[in-house]
């Protein structure tokens, strides 16, 4: 309304060309916001891209996903939630009334200007003063209202999500047994983000300019008829049906163009991540070569999209600018041009110079009130795409809770092609749960890609048998633990072993939290729960001086000092660190994955010897030889599908030796 004043008081009276002014911002803002919306992502394959634009489309589909979602923003009907949509309505309706008073002040305040009354201009202006600040506040109150709303919408929607998607090992799962999602980062993070402010800013574009329309239809029918507004609006809704129409592949190019510059961005974190490796390689030009390539789809596609919204501005400029120019000036000479209309036979220039100018103005806001339903076309196909996405992965998160994968594994190759195939369903294994004892009984080992590392595998493990796990890369040895810790699906058999907590894993490569030194010691446990465990500080400086990391403590002063620990550790210090949790934690099985290669023998003799001391049973995955004593027996796979579980005897580790 402020930039249309200042067209107004600029001295263009026409109101045809007002009204042209009112449709050209609105093609301005049809027009903007088509290059937003980009965030990091992995690469997408060409199928998974396709089969996601695809879905970017506002129809039967879109509206049954938009309403299961807004079950989850809305969980009830009397909520927090509800209470900001009725206060955005209530708004809405004011800031209408607002927009109706301002402009029938508006006019009286020029009309005086013009008729030189002194006393109507300062009736009106003092009423204009008196009326700001409540004008204000609603419009404050509106962007209050608005902005809670957006902001509960996204915890609603965040807390459902993470509440899925950090459902047992399901975050792991959607990465690595499943295809179908490629950047679940992105989408919990900045597509729920847009797509709620997507939400609530249509539920803004569509409500208030339908009550506008259904005020200025009521008042224009007064000043003008009705032949005039009706004529308006048929041409408006032509107009913009066919204008949304015209920009549907807007949508689904937006969202390919997201994709692409998540790629883009996703290309150049990995060269700063990998630096140091790529650096060794020398391998600059094929990272070079890698980045270009990735840039120039996006340029490609950028170039397509421009050349659409040329095309797409020709027909704006034709459709909403200059024929609704011819259309505002047939609508608002009719009653003026008319001699037998009685409203205007004896009225005087002045009375008629004003009745033309507030019509005029509310054609105005008529157009522009027609012009943000048609906007709100265009806010729902970029609504459709963020709608699509959001509903991917709830379905993909509620199949991967409940055991199902698209990666299917079914009559898959054996890496050795003289045996046979055989069929392999995941999830059809058994799993038993007992404590100190581990059972694989006629288990498949294969991996998520349908290799299959070996066909039947058998053997036990009590508690107090340490075993060495060995063999060449490829093997399946990184296979049997994930099948072990549930993390890759149970195709066959049956596994018997303890509860996960009761079973715990050492990598190479530790993993050190965000927090004080006394969570990476704990970890995953927090400080209350070593306090419900009655584990004290002082039993955890023990853990630290038995794999002799005391003086971190000693140098940082406090169990609560809070540093970069991935990068403040060097790897033989993380990998004690990871020793020392193993220390606090007592499973009764503990896998032991490499995860003493950077630490000294006397170290690691200690390490094995407390294990074995507090009840520890330990899968060992070692080349180092000084390691066998510490084992009872063997498991060796050939990785041509073939294994052997033997007791290490005395010829064996003098062999190692």
Known sequence: MAAVSKYLTAGNSSIAGALLFAV?????????????DKGASKPLLDNDKDRKTDKAAVDKVFFRRICHIMKILLPQTFCKETGYLLLIAVMLMARTYCDVWMIHNGTMIESAIIGRSTTTFKRYLVSFITVMPFISLVNNFLKLGLNELKLCFRVRLTNH?????????????????????ANPDQLITQDVEKFCNSVVDLYS???????????????????????????????????????????????????TEQMYEGEYRYVNSRLITNSEEIAFYNGNRREKQTINGTFQKLVDHLNRFIHFRFSMGVMDSIIAKYIAMVVGYLVISRPFLDLTN???????????????YQSGR?????????????????????????????????????????????????????????????????????IIIADNIIKFEHIPLATPNGDVLIRDLSFEVSSGTNVLVCGPNGCGKSSLFRVLGELWPLCGGQLTKPERGKLFYVPQRPYMTLGSLRDQVIYPDTHEDQKKKGTSDRVLKEYLDNVQLGHILEREGSWDSVQDWMDVLSGGEKQRMAMARLFYHKPQFAILDECTSAVSVDVEDFIYSHCRKVGITLFTVSHRKSLWKHHEYYLHMDGRGNYEYKPITKETVEFGS
């Open 342 to 356: 009685q409203r205007h036979v004896n009225s005087t220039y002045s009375e008629r110079l004003e009745d033309y």
């Open 161 to 181: 999500l993470y509440n899925e998607y950090l459902t047992g090992f399901t975050y792991y799962q959607i990465g690595n047994l499943d295809n179908r999602i």
């Open 24 to 36: 050209y911002v609105l093609k301005q803002r049809l027009s903007s916001g088509t290059n937003r």
């Open 362 to 430: 509310m054609l105005i806001s008529l157009a522009q009130a027609l012009g943000r339903i048609v906007l709100a076309g265009r806010e729902m196909n970029r609504l459709s795409g963020f709608t699509a996405r959001i509903t991917d992965i709830q379905e993909v998160l509620k199949e991967l809770n409940s055991g199902r994968y698209e990666r299917t594994m079914v009559t898959q190759k054996i890496k050795d092609d003289s045996v046979e195939k055989i069929p392999l369903i995941p999830g059809r294994g058994k």
């Open 205 to 255: 574009n569509v409500s208030k300019p339908l009550l506008d329309i259904l005020i200025y239809v009521c008042k224009l029918n007064t000043a003008i008829g009705s032949l005039g507004p009706a004529s308006l609006l048929s041409y408006l809704v032509f107009s913009g049906l066919l204008l949304t129409r015209l920009r549907r592949p807007i949508g689904k190019m937006t969202v």
